[in-house]
């Protein structure tokens, strides 16, 4: 058996409290003004019953039961009235708090349908905003999650295609005798399975993070050791005429961390500067800061536009487009990192001018602890 709408439970609620509430007032009122004239007739001394005192009873007589009649019917037309007023105001009531109910159940079947981008208008009681705006916000993630996984199957396709269109040109060149299988050959062959490994690996890697997943080995870690060592291994990186520095204080800069994953996030940030930098310098430094250790890197390179600078922690974004992947990495590196740094209780950070260079960089909590004796 179906169930009543609310419209309608509403409606009849309110007309039942109205009609119960006039139905007292009247009879309470019809009860006291009999008895009130009753009094009055008995304090004039003209229609007492036998006996007299206390035990006379008044005899009404035509006058007064037309009178009474006529309070009755104006009780009964009051009742009407008041019913009707009731029934007009419980419906627009009702049709007040329904109908913003009705706009979101409107609302979900054009979401569930894979209309995403359909909001709700935010009107009526404080609750019913609330609960608007909510399936606003709700809408929105979805909407947005909809297109990050648009997009993370666009930029899948496309970081495989590149490889795989250039693996099967020269292996079909071979099997064709168009192309000798000489050692440049088969050195891009091992260049192109390369890429396509370390795509597989990253996508990996990316989907471990987004989940939560990652195994962290915690330990007492000097982050000036960590940049120090990467900024030794980047050094081969850098194009010819920049310079890598490296600024630490004096005794290190220790947290509690994943030495491998921090140097994990620090490889990624000084390999970007150098792909990025083609003259000037990269500068790498581990300060204090407040309660928080930060690393920045620093570099001449042509800069990130304001617009895309808030992105650039997204998997597979990158300014240019246009990028290949050998020039503009597989576009994960910076999601993982992101990933490290937030399950270390850490935040990243981005500045950039563009033609003028970037800071980008992270912070971990200080950990005061005993720099280790020689």
């Known amino acids: 058996m179906s169930r009543p709408s609310l419209i309608r439970q509403v409606f009849v609620s309110i007309l039942a409290v109205a009609l119960a509430a006039v139905l007292a007032t009247g009879l309470v009122a019809r009860r006291a003004l009999e008895a009130s004239f009753e009094e009055y007739l008995i304090s004039l001394g003209t229609h007492s019953g036998p006996g007299g005192g206390m035990a006379r009873r008044v005899v009404l007589g035509g006058a007064e039961q037309t009178f009474l009649a006529g309070v009755d019917r104006g009780i009964v037309i009051s009742v ?86 250039a693996l099967r040109a020269q292996i079909e060149g071979i099997a064709e005798g168009v192309l000798l299988a000489d050692e440049h050959r088969l050195s891009s062959l ?36 960590v940049v120090e060592t990467e900024a030794g291994r980047a050094r081969a990186l850098v194009q010819r005429g920049v310079t890598l520095e490296v600024s630490c204080p004096t005794g290190g800069a220790w947290v509690t961390a994943d030495e491998f994953r921090i140097a994990q996030v620090v490889r990624n940030l000084l390999s970007n500067a150098a792909r990025h930098t083609g003259a000037g310098s990269v ?8 309660d928080r250790v ?32 050998h020039t503009g990495g597989t576009g994960v590196g910076l999601a993982i990192a992101r990933r490290i740094i937030e399950d270390h209780d850490g935040t990243v950070f981005a500045e950039s001018t563009p033609g003028a260079g970037s800071t980008i960089g992270f912070e971990l909590p200080l950990d005061e602890v005993q720099v280790p004796s020689a």
């Open 80 to 165: 009407v009235i008041a019913v009707a007023l009731a029934a007009v105001a419980a419906l627009l009531l009702a049709r007040y708090l329904v109908e913003p109910l009705r706009r979101l159940t409107t609302a979900s079947g054009a979401l569930a349908s894979g209309d995403l981008a359909h909001r709700v208008e935010e009107r009526g009681p404080a609750e019913i905003r609330e609960l608007g705006a909510a399936f606003n916000d709700m809408a929105a993630s979805i909407e947005q999650g909809e297109d990050l996984r648009r997009r993370l199957v666009t930029d899948v396709a496309h970081e495989l295609r590149n490889p795989i269109a």
């Open 283 to 290: 500068i790498a430094a581990v300060a204090p800061f407040g």
């Open 294 to 325: 930060r690393v920045t890197v620093t570099d001449t390179g042509e800069g990130i536009d304001a617009a895309d600078l808030p992105n650039i922690w997204e998997r597979f974004y990158r300014a240019d487009a246009s990028r290949a992947a």
């Open 190 to 225: 091992v260049d192109d399975v390369g890429t396509l490994s370390r795509l597989v690996d990253d996508l990996q890697e990316l989907s471990v993070a987004e989940a939560g997943r990652l195994r962290y080995e915690i330990a007492p870690t000097d982050l000036c050791a």
